[in-house]
């Protein structure tokens, strides 16, 4: 084999053994914001819960539209946390 070849093959085995390197890399990086974000995800949805849970055990006057229009937001907004989440966990980010 000549000398040439051989090298070139060991500069393409460094080049891909360089290159997973940094695509592992890349991939803990984004595990580790994603279980970052996960976890203020998990404080978010407590948070509200424990509000929620407070507001329903006050004795409160029935609700009113402002409220009901507050209840629904937040709602739509733990619903869409939930729902990324689930979708990082499928590509198996968390």
Known sequence: MKPEVNEIRVKVANALDSARIRVKTVA???KDYMEEKEVIIETYIKIVEELEEKVSQADLPPENDKYRDIKK???????KLI???RDYCF????
């Open 28 to 30: 803990t990086l984004i």
């Open 83 to 85: 729902y990324r989440r």
């Open 73 to 79: 937001t937040n709602k739509e907004i733990i619903d």
């Open 91 to 94: 590509l198996g980010l968390c």
